[in-house]
C-alpha cells in the first residue's frame, strides 16, 4: 500500500509563490502517476497536474503557465510549484497516487491567497 504525505501549504499573498511537497512510501513501485487535485468550499474537486511513470505531464487550463509539477524519483517526492498565485487558486491541495486500480490520496493541504 502507498502512503502520501504532504505538506508546503500556506497563506501568500496573490502574485506569490508556493511549493508542495508530497513524500510517498510504501509500495511505490506500483504507482502509475501521481497529481495534485485540489478543492474550494462549495465545488467539486479537480486536478491540477499529473505526472506519469515516463515523466510525462498533464496540466488543467486554469494553472498552464503558472503551475509545474515534478518528481524526485531519488527522495520519492513529487512537487508542484505554483507561481503567480491567484485568489481564485485558494483551496485544500490534495496529492495523489494512482496505484494500479487504487488511487491512494494524501490528507490535503490548505493553500490561501489574499488578494
Known amino acids: 500500500q502507498v502512503q502520501l504525505v504532504e505538506s508546503g501549504g500556506g497563506l501568500v499573498q496573490a502574485g506569490g509563490s508556493l511549493r508542495l511537497s508530497c513524500a510517498a512510501s510504501?509500495?511505490?513501485?506500483?504507482?502509475?502517476?501521481m497529481g495534485w487535485y485540489r478543492q474550494a468550499p462549495g465545488k467539486q474537486r479537480e486536478l491540477v497536474a499529473l505526472?506519469?511513470?515516463?515523466?510525462?505531464?498533464n496540466y488543467a487550463d486554469s494553472v498552464k503557465g503558472r503551475f509545474t509539477i515534478s518528481r524526485d524519483n531519488a527522495k520519492n517526492t513529487v512537487y508542484l510549484q505554483m507561481n503567480s498565485l491567484k485568489p481564485e487558486d485558494t483551496a485544500v491541495y490534495y496529492c495523489a497516487a494512482d496505484s494500479g486500480p487504487q488511487r491512494v490520496w494524501g490528507q490535503g493541504t490548505q493553500v490561501t491567497v489574499s488578494s
Open positions: 505526472i506519469f511513470s515516463g515523466g510525462s505531464t
Open positions: 510504501g509500495s511505490i513501485f506500483s504507482i502509475n502517476a
